[in-house]
């Protein structure tokens, strides 16, 4: 890792011709890199306004100034990173050095790769989050009736108060968690693990259920999911330090009623209406890169996008076919549950006739093979349940949790796409109030001027941020997901491994029953 | 007869219609005096020929070696000539074997060609693989059935010298035996309400005999709860087939998973889509091993103890008219009254009850003999294979996951 420069000192003076020192860099600040290195290209090619440079250096001053105290800067890094610091190991970036090549290349640069891998699994394994949802228990009475789930965590990192702790929550309360997550990560490029589905039939039969079992099978396969649903936004460096999702853990007591998640409520509706409208301008908004009037600030950027706008669009399409075949793979997977839960059934069924069969026939030994075979066949019943278990909760709520994260993955993009769009909608903005300027000052309306340029350097700095928070969410994107990537070879590789080892079991459980079958058959007098 | 079964046995457990199994020789006093076998069968349609092929050394055939063709209908009509003959009263006649059914196979395999679109070329191979199979083992069954009732009739010292079994295999023409009209039908149909009418009214009958009262009892019974075993097995062996092919989806889906993927992952998924393979053939197999040794034998006994309760029935309908006569004799003895012609009729049905009341017993305690040995075998056989696919499951699945764990 490089050094870690000082913060504060920065000589970076309008001409100045030295590379800019391997500061605290962090994604964010990547455009300090680009500017610096535009300013030097342009140098060595032609000459531009002075005035252009200027800009460009003012808003690395200001960056950078912003900047300054070391603490904040590591804090909210580490808030948002969870990493100490940050440093972008860059190549000693010499003015000549520098082409417009290398620039979109930044967020496939081998060596930030390996840094930024390295940073991940130091980070893994430095801290340590275990969390169990256990103990479902039924709350309260008829139409008001709720389950209650235990979550139990036990954890080293800073963040929570204690390193072990112990509360109640309602699904509500999760699905209101992944609201706020939505909410504060979303728009930072994130990908995040939806909750397990809302279910009126689950929740009625919870609710009219007197006994427990009715309900049983529904509310072990919800308390599964959700703490899977958990389990997978610890895993998460930058959630897992979000503070709800801190207080949702350690909070004790009720957390406030989420009352928008509610499947009826006004919110929720809304939500739908929103989605809609999403998908309308989903399928409308293209990003169009052949705009002609683009001014020189975003012509790197231009150069850029269209670098990331191929591997965008790649990732876009492969995250569509892996949708489509993840479905139908997960479709395939619930057959052979339901076809293994029938075999079950039926073996039960056939092993009380053979039972009966048994007591029946009147050959005293063979009487007794059959009785045996009863109960051979009894067991195996047993089996094949266990093994629809492993089918469903190995294989096929696996492959559904993954087609949730592959919709949390295009919910991504498309905020990405939002951004672009808001972005390019602010320099329209800007160019027509430039127009406007031009007019005015055509049509000597010099009283005016004065309030178009105010303008005009308020949507500047609109045209901006919105191009930084575009910048950033893709930065964000590309790294969340080559992280997701990792992350789905180690999950497919455990939950292949882990199916075919449930599968011998069960075989190795059949060899034993067998065995010890087969020298009675043979006892036949 | 015993041997005659256990070879016909092993034919019906192979379903192959393979006659050599060195392992399985029979007793030493191998009867070889009339051999009947099928040695080839054409499916046509909805009809199935069959080749009835005999060697025989009896002088009441005319040639030493021939064969001819038969249709389903004239095995049913060959059963019926036997059950209907009061000489065979005291037999268990063998049951005639079922009317050939594809209808189920060629139901799905024509769905299956509907569905050619919605999936993919390995994918469909695959399943028409398996319907293939499965036509291909239900024809092997058919055949190994008609096989089976003709081996038993040409090993029973009774039976096999009726004159319309030599008929059935030495006629070269067809025995003109239409299947029965609706008239036919219809007098069959009233037959058997008419036997189970009886049956109701006989079971008050009560026999002396301690041993035909016992049968009675235990046959009633035992065939009830054979059916059920019988229909339970067959659905508890279709639910297996179910999961079996179930798998075929799933590793097309995987596959087509892996095209897309990454090389580690496209590794992991194949491997996985791999040995998903391999686990259906064997869960294929145990199946159709299940459906061999345990259904087949169920069923097979089903019918047998049907044939076996149709003679308890012969023997009490004997022995209601016998009872009767015994009632005539003594009313003509009390009007003296064609005495002479009472006794007569009386002394006859005496004869013919003894006579069928011995052979009966010795029926009856072959079939429970044969009974025994076949289920025997079978359990044993039953299990041997599902012990022999299991541990080929736990070597496969051992292998792969060792596999997997050194992937990266």
């Known amino acids: 890792m490089a050094t870690v420069g000082s913060g504060g000192d920065c000589s970076i003076g309008s001409g100045g011709r030295d590379p800019p020192p391997p500061l605290l860099f962090d994604e964010e600040n990547e455009e300090d890199m680009f500017s610096s290195s535009h300013e030097s290209l342009k140098v060595n090619q032609m000459d531009h306004g002075e005035e252009k440079d200027d ?72 801290y340590s989050i275990e969390i169990s949802v256990t103990d479902p228990k039924k709350i309260g009475d008829g139409m008001n009736a709720y389950m209650a789930y235990k979550v139990i965590t036990k954890t080293n990192i800073p963040d929570f108060r204690n390193s072990e702790m112990e509360v109640y929550r309602r699904f509500s309360d999760f699905l209101g968690l992944h609201e706020k997550l939505v909410e504060k990560h979303l728009h930072q490029g994130r990908i995040i693990p939806p909750p397990p589905e809302k279910s009126v039939i689950g929740m009625t039969k919870i609710k ?65 209406f929103n989605r809609v409208g999403d998908s309308l301008g989903k399928m409308t908004y293209k990003m169009d890169e052949s705009d002609q009037n683009l001014s020189w600030s975003c012509v790197i950027y231009y150069l850029q996008c269209s670098e990331d706008y191929e591997w965008f669009e790649e990732k876009q399409q492969q995250v569509e076919s892996l949708d489509i075949q993840l479905k139908k793979l997960h479709s395939s997977i619930e057959t052979l549950v339901i076809n293994r839960k029938e075999l079950a059934q039926n073996t039960g069924l056939f092993a009380n006739s053979a039972a009966a069969l048994g007591s029946v026939e009147e050959h005293t030994s063979l009487s007794r093979v059959l009785s045996q075979l009863a109960e051979v066949e009894d067991k195996i ?11 469903y909760y190995i294989l096929s709520e696996f492959v559904k949790d993954y087609v949730g994260l592959i919709q949390a993955v295009k919910d991504v993009f498309h905020e990405r796409v939002k951004l672009y769009k808001a972005w390019k909608d602010d320099e329209a903005t800007l160019t027509k109030k430039r127009e406007a300027k031009v007019r005015l000052e055509l049509t000597h309306k010099a009283d005016k001027i004065g309030s178009a340029n105010q303008e005009i350097a308020e949507w500047e700095h609109r045209v901006e ?38 599968l011998m079991e069960n075989q190795q459980q059949l060899i034993k029953y067998w065995e010890t079958f087969l020298p009675e058959t043979k006892a036949i007098a | 007869m015993m041997d005659g079964m256990d070879e016909s046995n092993d034919l019906l457990a192979d379903g192959s219609g393979s006659k050599e199994k060195p392992e399985e020789t029979v007793d030493l006093s191998t009867d070889t005096t009339l051999l009947v076998d099928i040695s080839d069968a054409l499916s046509e349609k909805d009809k199935v020929k069959f080749t009835v092929h005999t060697k025989t050394t009896l002088p009441a055939f005319r040639q030493s070696e021939f064969a001819v063709v038969r249709q389903h209908e004239e095995f049913v009509w060959l059963h019926d000539r036997f059950e209907e003959s009061e000489e065979y009263a005291g037999i268990v006649i063998p049951p005639a074997p079922p009317k050939p059914d594809f209808d189920a196979s060629r139901e799905k395999l024509q769905k299956l060609g509907e569905g050619e679109g919605t999936m993919t070329k390995e994918e469909f191979q695959k399943m028409k693989q398996e319907l293939e199979a499965e036509y291909l083992a239900t024809f092997k069954k058919t055949v190994a059935m008609h096989e089976v009732f003709l081996q038993r009739l040409a090993n029973h010292p009774v039976l096999r010298i009726d004159i319309n079994f030599k008929i059935f295999l030495e006629y070269e023409q067809e025995l003109g035996v239409r299947g029965k009209n609706n008239k036919e039908r219809l007098s069959g149909f009233f037959t058997r309400v008419s036997q189970s009418v009886d049956e109701v009214l006989l079971s008050n009958q009560k026999d002396k005999d301690d041993f035909f009262e016992g049968q009675k009892t235990f046959l009633v019974e035992y065939f009830n709860r054979i059916k059920d075993a019988t229909g339970k097995a067959d659905r508890m062996t279709k639910s297996h087939k ?63 103890t049907s044939a076996a309760k149709n003679l308890l029935y012969r023997r009490l309908r004997l022995l209601a008219n016998f009872e009767a006569a015994s009632k005539v004799v003594e009313k003509a003895r009390a009007k003296n009254k064609d005495v002479q012609q009472a006794e007569d009729a009386h002394q006859q049905l005496a004869e013919k009850l003894d006579r069928l009341t011995d052979t009966a017993k010795q029926e009856l305690t072959d ?42």
């Open chain 1, 465 to 502: 941020k919105s191009q930084e928070e575009f910048q950033a969410i893709s930065k964000s994107i590309i790294k969340e997901l080559k992280r997701f990537e990792r992350q789905r070879l180690k999950d497919f590789r455990r939950a292949i491994i882990s199916y075919l080892e449930s």
């Open chain 1, 55 to 126: 800009d460009i250096f003012a808003e690395a001053k200001e960056e950078l100034s912003l900047d300054s105290p070391e603490n904040d800067w590591s804090q909210s890094t580490a808030k948002t990173e969870g990493l100490p610091q940050k440093v972008a190991v860059l190549p000693s970036v010499t003015a000549a050095s520098v082409t417009s090549q290398s620039l979109p290349k930044q967020p496939k640069n081998g060596v930030k790769d390996i840094s930024d891998d390295l940073d991940e699994e130091e980070e893994a394994n430095k």
């Open chain 2, 367 to 408: 079939f429970k003999a044969r009974r025994i040995t076949h289920f025997r075998k079978n359990m044993v056989d039953l299990a041997e294979l599902e012990l022999k696919h299991a541990k080929a499951q736990v070597q496969l699945l051992r292998n792969a996951i060792t596999a997997l764990k050194e992937m990266s």
């Open chain 1, 381 to 391: 019943d047993l089996l094949h349940v266990n093994q629809a278990d492993s089918d």
């Open chain 1, 208 to 272: 009219m259920s007197k006994e427990e079992s009715s309900s049983t099978e529904f509310v072990e396969q919800r308390r599964a999911a959700l703490e899977r649903f958990l389990c997978c936004v610890a895993k998460h460096p930058a959630l897992q330090t979000d503070p709800s999702f801190v207080d949702f853990l350690e909070l004790e007591g009720d957390l406030p009623r989420a009352t928008s998640t509610s499947a009826l409520s006004g919110a929720g509706v809304l939500r739908l």
């Open chain 2, 242 to 304: 179910n999961v079996a092919d179930s798998y075929i989806k799933i590793s097309t889906c995987l596959v087509q998973l892996a095209t897309s993927e990454n090389t580690e992952l496209e590794k992991l998924v194949n491997k996985l889509a791999e040995t998903l393979e391999r686990v259906r053939k064997l869960e294929g197999r145990i199946a159709s091993d299940e459906d061999l040794k345990l259904s087949d034998t169920l069923r097979y006994y089903m019918r047998d």
